[in-house]
């Protein structure tokens, strides 16, 4: 069922490891009798000491608060701040850092911290909210990683270019508070697609119980009339969530209608279709997002009501703009215009090798549509995404992915600079900003980062695969795109070792690769497709990747490329030698996922090493059924439909969660991604993300603080919580809602059976 996402938006800690932090719904100043303040004259009663402001901001009482005028022109948070000294902590002790505070006029964020105060300055926590005319009380936890008698709690108010006031009152840290223990509401014990099975598809269920002997179950309409029944099969533990579990098979079932239900040891599921509907809608939605998320572009409410927002870095102040970008120091000493693009993630950096894996999966998805007879072209074609562009006679989804692609190649080294032709990492802001925080009130310093040879093949690659694809459409642009990919595979063949540093991830992240032969085979796969040139097939047969077995556990990312030039390889008609060697590959590679669902009690394609889910694995989950689709269409094996038609009830709810991880589809859906812009979760006047907004989802290593709190010990599928204090398992990417496109798109394909 198709869920209508509350509006919201928020700002949040950037992706930097802090400490474990939560935000607690409690007033400020209600400690317990047993609990101690670590804070003096917290409350400002008639007296300043022993607080202390910088210099040129001498702090003031007024009505019973500590107030400050903020001078304007400041670069840095920390270049001004208000705090006290002398705190003491200890390690493995939690404490609760509570406080009120108003800044006028609207629009500027107080950062509080929690360090040393002497060098290097540790940062023990930090939290970064808006504050408000009217005012807002604030309360975090986090447990102290050190004991230290020289701590002090700050409040940092630098960085804006404009002056302001601030006002605190009822500052307490608190020690000796627990963190609370989190038990996830994980719903009924039987887990289904909470949106929608095809009427002439698979159709399982898992039901988690301590039967180990099958047991009767009922599917029931919407009047709660039995429809079908049958029996269970018990499947035993499942690894991935320590889970006794049973599966519920009806796909004997053909009836097509909305809100069934499945019962079963006494438990009844959440509701859900039978119905093609819910994928056509995802189709869209899923590639609706990307608008959203453009930067350089005023976002029209008229096409997104209650997303609209002005343009982004734009040189509008405080932006300080991407229409003239210094680089890092030492790194060049020109300037460039890198406006538009979409924002990467939760933050506003702009990334090339996530955009670029974004970019090809988007125009494989297009691709496909084309090459394929039952694929639905016209699903994809203009005027299909309601965007700025729609009614130009070009597919909508073409345009959207243009807005990234003329992004990318901004990027590229100009004509007669040093290394001209390589392509910039990414842009992002030289320090991290907190949340929540729009895109046009983003006032840190953007800098372009060293050139990559990962950067460089990205953009050859989806420069030469646009090139064939817009051709139709945009001659000129088409030859201006492969002109810019043949010129960056020379440069990258000419500096093949330019590695991104895994260290330059302030403000942003390092995105680091140290292995860039799967993008020289990738580049060079898609540049033959589009030339038929014997040079370019030459380097894509004597790759090593080319006999390999590319279609690792999680099929492909930003990071390992190969599997995408193999999925075109095998997709786009060519004389390519050995080609049905290519094909066949990915066969087998669509095989191995195969049986690894089959085995999964939860229908899963996707089984990390050592049950230890990755960074993003929801996204793993369905590059995995990418790969399996892909066989299909090659193929016409109905096992391969199959397996990727149930693949989707992992991702819409059929899992130990209990919860669908796209915004606005199922009964119990994730709504508090981490973004500085969706963050409702931090700022009521804000939105939750838009329908068809696919979250991280489960990641044991837990690099987030939050997550560190709240999941320690947690195994595979419940390392995840749906808070934007999340970063690591909550996040939301254009590189994750690329195969949510994908897969969504090949399911409503297959709604006439």
């Known amino acids: 069922m198709i869920r209508t996402p509350h509006r919201r938006l928020t700002t949040i800690v950037g992706t930097t490891a802090l ?11 209600t400690a317990q009798a047993d609990e101690v303040d670590q804070v003096v004259n917290g409350g400002f009663d008639s007296a300043i000491e022993p607080w202390w402001s910088t210099p040129s901001m001498p702090i003031t009482l007024v009505d019973g608060r500590a107030c400050v005028d903020v001078p304007g022109g400041t670069v840095n948070r920390w270049d001004v701040a208000v705090g006290q000294n002398d705190i003491d902590l200890v390690e493995g002790e939690s404490y609760r850092l509570e406080f009120f505070a ?23 926590f930090e939290a970064s909210p808006p504050v408000s005319v009217s005012g807002n009380a604030y309360s975090y936890t986090f447990t102290s990683a050190v004991t230290s008698d020289r701590a002090q709690v700050t409040f940092q108010l630098g960085g804006s270019p404009d002056p302001w006031r601030f006002c605190l009152d009822d500052v307490a840290l608190i020690g000796g508070v627990p963190p609370e223990v989190y ?51 018990p499947r035993g533990v499942d690894a991935s969530s320590g889970q006794n579990t049973h599966t519920i098979d009806f796909s004997a079932y053909r009836g097509k209608g909305t809100g069934f239900t499945l019962v079963a040891d006494g438990e009844t599921s959440r509701p859900f279709d039978i119905d093609p509907a819910a994928y056509e809608k995802l189709r869209a939605d899923a590639l609706k997002f990307y608008y959203t998320q453009r930067s350089g572009i ?32 030492g790194v060049c000493d020109y300037r460039l215009d890198v406006t538009g693009g979409w924002y990467d993630a939760g933050d506003h950096g702009k990334y090339v090798v996530n955009g670029g894996i974004s970019v090809w999966q988007l125009l494989n998805q297009y691709e496909r549509s084309r090459v394929v007879t039952a694929a639905e ?34 990027m590229q080294v100009p004509s007669g600079q040093p290394l001209a032709g390589m392509v910039h990492h990414k842009i992002h802001d030289q320090n991290w900003t907190g949340l929540p925080l729009m895109p ?17 093949l990205n953009l050859a690659a989806t420069a030469a695969q646009a090139a064939r694809l817009y051709n139709k459409y945009d001659p000129a642009f088409a030859a201006r795109a492969l002109a810019a990919a043949r010129t960056a595979f020379d440069a990258a063949v000419a500096n093949p070792a330019r590695i991104a540093s895994d260290a330059d991830g302030v403000g942003g992240g390092s995105y680091a690769d140290a292995n860039v032969g799967d993008e020289f085979y990738w580049a060079a796969a898609e540049l033959f497709l589009t030339t038929r040139e014997k040079a370019f097939a030459d380097r894509v047969t004597a790759s090593p990747y080319h006999t390999s077995d590319v279609f690792g556990p999680g099929a492909f990312d930003w990071g390992n490329t190969a599997a995408a030039a193999r999925l075109d390889l095998a997709l786009v008609p060519s004389k390519l030698p050995g080609r049905a060697q290519v094909v066949q590959s990915v066969v087998e590679g669509a095989d191995k996922y195969v049986a690894v669902q089959r085995a999964h009690p939860y229908a899963v394609a996707y089984a990390p090493n050592n049950n230890s889910w990755d960074w993003g694995s929801n996204s793993a989950v369905l590059n995995t059924l ?27 709810g059929r899992n130990a969660l209990n919860i669908s991880y796209v915004t606005g589809y199922g009964e119990v859906s994730s709504q508090n991604q981490h973004s500085r812009w969706y963050a409702r979760q931090l700022d009521p006047a804000l939105p939750n993300p838009p329908a068809g907004t696919l979250a991280g989802g489960p990641n044991s290593s837990l690099q987030d603080p939050f997550a560190q709190s709240k999941l320690a010990g947690c195994v595979g599928q419940f390392c995840y919580i749906d808070d934007i204090q999340s970063w690591s398992t909550n996040e939301l990417t254009i590189n994750w809602n690329a195969p949510l496109a994908w897969v969504a798109s090949f399911v409503a394909d297959q709604n006439a059976g």
């Not at 008229?302 to 040189?315: F, M, N, Q, T």
């Not at 074609?381 to 990318?408: C, H, M, Q, Y």
């Not at 009130?441 to 980062?449: F, S």
């Open 19 to 29: 400490l474990a932090t939560t935000l607690v719904a409690v007033s400020a100043g």
């Open 102 to 124: 108003t800044g006028t006029p609207e629009g500027h964020v107080a950062r509080a911290v929690v360090g040393d105060t002497q060098a290097p300055y540790d940062t023990y």
């Open 183 to 233: 038990e996830p509401d994980t719903g009924p014990r039987v887990r289904v697609n909470q949106v929608a099975y095809l009427p002439a598809g698979p159709k399982n269920a898992t039901l988690v119980t301590e039967a180990t002997e099958a047991t009767t179950w009922d599917l029931k309409n919407a009047r709660g009339v039995t429809v079908a029944n049958g029996v269970t099969r």
């Open 298 to 329: 005023e976002i029209l409410d008229s096409l997104r009501p209650g997303y609209g927002r002005p343009a982004g870095h734009v040189d509008v102040p405080p932006n300080r703009g991407d229409g003239d970008v210094p680089c890092q120091p």
């Open 377 to 410: 072209s016209r699903k994809l074609g203009d005027g299909t995404l309601a965007l700025p562009e729609s009614g130009n006679k070009i597919p909508d989804i073409l345009d959207e992915v243009r807005w990234e692609l003329e992004f990318l190649l901004k």
């Open 440 to 456: 046009h009130l983003d006032a840190e310093l953007r800098e372009l980062h060293p050139v990559s040879t990962a950067a460089t």
């Open 626 to 652: 990418v790969v399996v689709g892909t066989a299909y269409d090659l193929t016409r094996r109905p096992g391969y439909r199959n397996a990727v038609i149930e693949g989707m009830d992992y991702v819409l």
